[in-house]
């Protein structure tokens, strides 16, 4: 198995690269200026040079608010950009997964959302990655994964456990949001969950890789001071119209992972054991 992890400076793209290289795997990392996965020929050269037999495309235009006013650019990242990798795959004989996003659902449902479940973006973000899921599933009928993630967060980049540890720091306290609610998800866990799906290699399919449970920004808020030996009540709790943003958050990001059992896989452990985890880890401000 050769490897090509595209995003491979970002939090989740850099544990992919660190965890199959230390495993023996043959695994190669891909991010701008490197290789650029909205132009065809760049990414041809990087097929040429390594002759991948799986890709894993960890690369995405994060920006959700600035996705409002540039829909048009976030497309060419996160819709178009996987449907060309998706073709140097069919090309090669290779497989892909492509890492999406809650933000596909319109956030307002009361029980999770199953992998099944139809897809209603209300932001040009979820849009956008839809499109991307839509690509790859149209150009690799036979031979991707779809693995959709939220409330993403590692040991570097920014994330909203840094900032609250940074903020634990730097003010008396801070006000967090208690009416959306989702699935902190540890990207050490979703890169390990990544790595069993490909060597299961069952079926095609959509996979939600999030860490199980359900919690409210606050709530995690609160966690994160308490791993860090903070005081939670420093946490205070406020609503959404505090934080109006171009782009809406989902009041409800929650996902199922029926499909993990149904290709013989356990699902990602409670969100809990992973900040706990990430913590021992070295999370850090």
Same mark, same amino acid.
């Given at each position: 198995m050769r490897v090509l992890v595209t995003g491979s400076a970002g939090q989740l793209g850099s544990e992919l690269v660190r965890i199959l290289g230390e495993r023996g795997t043959i695994v190669m990392g891909g991010d701008r200026p490197g290789i650029d996965i909205t132009q065809a020929g760049s990414i041809a050269t990087a097929f040429g040079l390594f002759e991948p037999t799986v890709v894993?495309?960890?690369?995405?235009?994060?920006?959700?608010?600035?996705?409002?006013?540039?829909?048009?650019? &976030?497309?060419?990242?996160? *819709?178009?950009?996987? #449907?060309?990798? %998706?073709?140097a795959c069919a090309?090669?004989?290779?497989?892909?997964?492509?890492?999406?996003?809650?933000?596909?659902?319109?956030?307002?449902?009361?029980?999770?959302?199953?992998e099944s479940a139809t897809p209603a973006p209300l932001t040009a973000y979820g849009r956008t990655k839809l499109a991307g899921e839509i690509a790859v599933c149209d150009v690799l009928p036979e031979s991707h994964y779809i693995v959709r993630t939220a409330w993403l967060y590692g040991l570097s980049g920014n994330n909203f456990a840094r900032t609250m540890l940074k903020l634990e720091k730097e003010r008396d306290t801070v006000s967090v949001v208690t009416d959306q609610i989702g699935q902190p998800t540890y990207a050490r866990?979703?890169?390990?969950?990544?790595?069993?799906?490909?060597? &299961?290699?069952?079926?095609? *399919?959509?996979?939600? #890789?999030?860490? %199980?449970?359900?919690?409210s920004w606050h709530e995690f808020a609160k966690a994160v001071f308490e791993g860090a030996g903070a005081d939670p009540k420093r946490v205070q709790p406020t609503d959404s119209s505090s934080f109006v943003r171009p782009a809406p958050r989902p009041a409800y990001s929650v996902l199922g992972h029926d499909?993990?059992?149904?290709?013989?896989?356990?699902?990602?452990?409670?969100?809990?054991?992973?900040?706990?985890?990430?913590?021992?880890?070295?999370?850090?401000?």
């Open positions: 894993i495309n960890c690369a995405a235009w994060t920006a959700v608010d600035d996705a409002e006013e540039s829909e048009a650019a &976030a497309l060419q990242v996160n *819709g178009v950009a996987p #449907g060309l990798l %998706a073709a090309a090669t004989g290779a497989w892909m997964v492509q890492v999406s996003t809650d933000y596909v659902f319109a956030g307002d449902a009361s029980s999770p959302y199953a866990d979703l890169a390990h969950q990544i790595i069993a799906l490909i060597d &299961a290699h069952p079926e095609p *399919g959509i996979f939600h #890789g999030t860490n %199980a449970g359900a919690v499909a993990w059992a149904q290709v013989g896989l356990a699902p990602m452990r409670d969100w809990r054991e992973a900040l706990q985890a990430a913590f021992e880890d070295g999370l850090s401000a």
